[in-house]
């Protein structure tokens, strides 16, 4: 997959796509229809599949200081397109330049001169231009007299419910990752890079892959059986089970909320390179421990635990 970083001076070859557009956080089942709808039409005229998207989400840009809320960081939400067949990921920089674009100018200035995209797919809740004046039926009529056809997609849902990012957070949110599963469409996934951390978990028998979870929403603190896929260095393209700790680590004093996955029947050194990590099943709260001992016992009981999870899912 190319991923193309701004509407001016595109290569030819990346021109005349087909293309699916939004903010896609999270790519759940939703994002698949519309993404599904870009890759029929790119089918039926031979055209290559694209997906226009922003980066940072806006709502960061226009709320700088409100809490973390992304479900996945630019990194994975990559993974993920690629992993859906897109060949052209358009990840334009959202500032001044495209906040204060009228609905009319993005269409004619970014889609149709800029991106010369010959098809654009999106959601019926669609939102665009300054101050979100323009919306899919707006998007419809400005197509065909830019260059392109425009289709609106039905929102998807269950039970007479939409899937969407905010439900999502609240199923994470609540310790509840088979249900953002189902509506996700995949595992809920946290990606990075592995840092080093202070390294107790080596200590205690039990080292850790620790990630950051900067910017992203947080699941409920606790303890979770995951899958992690090495993405990079020379063991990139393995699947290990692992127990994984998401939370402040109260036991040891006031620290940052971090991901520390313990890798089961693993043996090596992580740091520097990239982990993908899908949250299965919850185990229990994040609690403070009175000694080593105690936290060591426990541990051993949530490998037992992760294990047994895995073994069934």
């Known amino acids: ?108 200035d ?65 310790g509840r990752p088979d249900e953002a599963e189902r509506m996700l469409g995949h595992w809920h996934r946290i990606e990075g890079e592995v840092l080093h951390g202070e390294k107790r978990g080596r200590t205690l028998g039990y080292p850790t892959a620790n990630m950051a979870m900067d910017g992203l929403h947080l699941p409920r603190f606790g303890v979770y059986a995951v899958r992690a896929d090495i993405l990079t260095g020379p063991r ?8 994984a700790s998401l939370g402040v680590r109260p036991t040891f004093g006031v620290n940052a909320p971090n991901l520390e996955t313990f890798l089961l029947d693993f043996n090596g050194d992580l740091y520097g390179e990239h982990l993908s990590v899908a949250l299965i099943a919850f185990l229990r709260p994040e609690m403070a421990f009175n000694c080593a001992q105690q936290l060591i016992i426990q541990m051993e009981q949530d490998v037992i635990d992760a294990r047994r999870v895995l073994a069934a899912t």
């Open 236 to 243: 990139a393209g393995e699947t290990h089970g692992g127990a």
């Open 110 to 174: 970014v889609l149709a001169r800029g991106l010369g995209v010959s098809h654009v797919a999106v959601g019926a809740d669609f939102r665009f231009g300054r101050g979100r004046q323009g919306d899919a039926a707006m998007l419809v009529d400005l197509g065909p007299a830019n260059g392109f056809s425009v289709s609106a997609q039905p929102l998807v849902g269950e039970a007479g419910t939409d899937f969407s990012s905010t439900r999502i957070r609240k199923a994470l949110s609540e």
């Open 1 to 108: 997959m190319h991923i193309h970083t701004d509407w001016n001076g595109l290569p030819e070859d990346a021109r005349g796509a087909a293309v699916a557009l939004g903010n896609f956080d999270g790519i759940h089942r939703g994002h698949r229809a519309v993404i599904d709808a870009a890759r029929a039409v790119a089918d039926e005229r031979g055209r290559p599949l694209g997906v226009v998207t922003f980066e940072p989400h806006p709502r960061q840009y226009f709320a700088p200081d409100a809490p973390p809320f992304r479900l996945m960081n630019a990194e994975a939400r990559a993974h993920r397109l690629q992993r859906l067949g897109v060949q052209h990921l358009f990840q334009l920089p959202f500032d001044e330049r495209i906040a204060s674009q009228s609905a009319e100018a993005f269409a004619a």
